[in-house]
Structures are given as structure tokens and as C-alpha cells.
């Protein structure tokens, strides 16, 4: 009983850990100023749920289950408190949780079903910069960073919260 208790709370602080470092990735403003993703509630969305996706990939890779579902659980959570910071109230909110929740696994599908990084490029263009064709390089640039991030990702060391994204895009202005 202790043992389980014991492995439920570091699964919880594993996921809370991935989380923060997913936030923190996304934030970086090379994304913004270098690749030039939108600096909008819609762009920081999209690049969580891309790096979300690259940390989900790999828990499920090793057959990790329980942290990618307490990571979920968490993102989610943050989600919501995102929405709340901007002023939304209960009413409605499960409206917005629920388009959130289809973004999310939509994107999640996209990026998953990416068989190779020419097709990667194109799901993310179509997210994170809304197809935008002239976007098309840094789309590229952002499939290259995920392909890479991917590999990374495998060598860390994710039950004990630990990721390695690899290095940052290279930036088309």
C-alpha cells in the first residue's frame, strides 16, 4: 500500500515537472522573434501542444502510461487555469474545455500520423501558423527541431521529470 502511495506521488510530480519544462520550452521567445509563431494566446497554445506531443510520443514509446495520463491530467490543468487568468467563469467553460480537448487531440493525431518530416512540416504549418504558405521554412525548421527533439527525448530520463528537447530551431525571420 505504502509502495503504491509512494510511486502515485512521484508519478504526480514527474507529470507536474514534464509540464512546467513543456511550458517552459514553449515559451522561449526564439520561437516568436526567430520562427516568428504567433505571439498569441492561439501560437504559445500550439507550440505547448506540439512539445506535449514530443514528450507524450516518447512516454509511449516506453510504455508509460500512468505518467502520460497524469501529464494530460496536468496540462489540462493548465488549460483551465489559462482560461480563468483571462477572466472566463463557470458558465461555459466546459465549451471551451471541450474545443480545447479537440485542438489538443486533433493536433496530437496530426503530428502522431506525420510518417515522415515533410508531412510533420505540413501539420504544423497548418497548426501552429494556420497554413499559411509563405510560413512553409519555418514550418520546416519547426519538423526538423521535432524530429530531432524526438530522438533527444528517448535518452531522458522522463519518470523523473527530466526532458531533453535537443537544440532550438534555427530561426527564419
Known sequence: MLNALRRAAETKKAAEQLHARIVARARDPRFYAGLQVPDTVDGRFDLVVLHAWLVLDAL????MRPLAQRLTDALFGGFDEGLR???????GMWRRMKKIADAFYGRLQAYTAAADEAALAEAIRRNVFRGQPQRA???ASLARYGRA???CLLSADLAKGETDFGSLPEGHP
Do not use: H, W
Not at 509511449?60 to 510504455?63: M, V
Not at 487568468?85 to 458558465?91: F, K, N, R, V
Open 85 to 91: 487568468e483571462q477572466g472566463a467563469g463557470d458558465i
Open 137 to 139: 521554412d519555418a514550418a
Open 60 to 63: 509511449r514509446k516506453r510504455n
Open 149 to 151: 527533439a524526438q530522438s
